[in-house]
């Protein structure tokens, strides 16, 4: 049985599981339109993980992805932090707050939280998937006992070699151009920054496991070419941020939609690992020469978020990590079911044969 038909999917699609802004509503009407739907658990803990996961399943029957953060455990830092803080002051000052006094990580790997392994058990959820890299073999193997497909993101053919070694069902392809946060597995390595392109083509061609490819698709045409260079399916995130049911405040989506989609920026300062989001006030200030260096992710994070609450505060929402795609011009504001339903007529429309 081929891949998409062990999902079950009329549309070789799978919505990207972009934590807080996936929620149980775009989940549900993207799996229920035919593709996969997703939702982002890295940014919450077990109690709020269960409580999307039953909200999902209360909108669908159908199969569902939720994906968790498997970052390693950051190492707390003070003296990097402190000078991080300082340099994050100045913004602070301009709408009359403070600066925290220190910074803790927002966030909790999968690595390190027993509690969602045994949420994970209990509830059993069909699609499991990973970013930043892959959990232990034990938590693997507990996880493949509930019969869940098992998916990984990697941006290097040894990467996927890893995660093919690992017992995953499929590799997604994540390109330099995608939105949101690159998952390489080590941080500190180098990247080659491989393009959604090649990247699909190498694990189609030197790879086991089936190729999902994600970065910069975007409509019917795109998931065209993608199933053409070998790939299974397309992941898509940036192509869902705008519709009604994604967890973009209004802010992000007329940024989505405006000028600045032309605009992305590859940045590490906000989170401690590198990002792809619209250029906006945040990403000029940590892209200037002198800026320091961030903390771990996800510590470097607390930062941008507390800037970000206060700004938005004093009426300033150009401070939020608007996380997007080099595909972003071409977002379509409509409801979830109706953007998966055009993807299939436009998917369909490019494989027929011209005459």
């Known amino acids: 049985m081929s891949f998409i038909d062990q999902l079950g999917l009329s549309v070789p699609v799978l919505q990207a599981p972009m934590a807080g802004v996936s929620t149980p509503a775009l989940a549900a009407a993207v799996s229920n339109a035919g593709a996969l739907g997703a939702i982002g658990l890295g940014a919450t803990d077990a109690a709020g993980a269960r409580g999307m996961i039953e909200q999902v399943r209360a909108r669908t029957e159908r199969p569902f992805n ?134 699909t083509r190498i694990l189609a061609r030197q790879g086991r496991c089936p190729v999902v490819a994600a970065g910069g698709v975007m409509d019917g045409a795109g998931v065209a070419a993608v199933l053409e260079l070998g790939a299974v399916a397309a992941q898509m995130g940036t192509a869902f941020v705008a519709c009604p049911e994604s967890g973009a405040d209004p802010a992000y989506r007329q940024a989505l939609l405006g000028p600045a989609a032309y605009h992305t920026r590859l940045i590490t300062g906000i ?63 409509m409801p979830a079911a109706q953007l998966v339903s055009t993807l299939k007529a436009e998917l369909e429309e490019a494989r027929t044969p011209c005459g």
């Open 271 to 333: 989170s401690g690992r590198p990002a792809r989001g619209l250029a906006n006030r945040l990403s000029a200030w940590l892209e200037q020469e002198n800026a320091p260096l961030p903390p771990a992710y996800p510590i470097a994070y607390a930062a941008a978020k507390a800037l970000n609450t206060v700004a938005r505060a004093g009426g300033e929402a150009g401070f939020g990590a608007h996380w997007a795609g080099q595909g972003a011009p071409l977002a379509r504001a």
């Open 66 to 199: 939720v994906n968790l953060f498997v970052h390693a455990t950051p190492q707390p830092d003070p003296q990097r932090e402190a000078v991080w803080l300082g340099w994050f002051r100045p913004l602070f000052a301009q709408y009359g707050a403070s600066a925290p006094a220190a910074l803790a990580a927002p966030y909790t790997s999968f690595e390190d939280d027993p509690d969602m392994l045994a949420m994970l058990l209990a509830l059993r959820p069909p699609v499991i998937s990973f970013h930043f890299g892959l959990p232990t073999p034990a938590k693997v193997q507990a996880l493949r006992s509930t019969g869940a497909i098992l998916l990984a993101s990697v941006t290097s053919l040894a990467e996927a070699c890893l995660a093919e070694k690992a017992g995953m069902d499929a590799v997604i392809a994540q390109g330099v151009e995608a939105g949101g946060h690159r998952g390489v597995f080590d941080a500190e390595a180098p990247d080659d920054a491989l393009g959604m392109f090649a990247l």
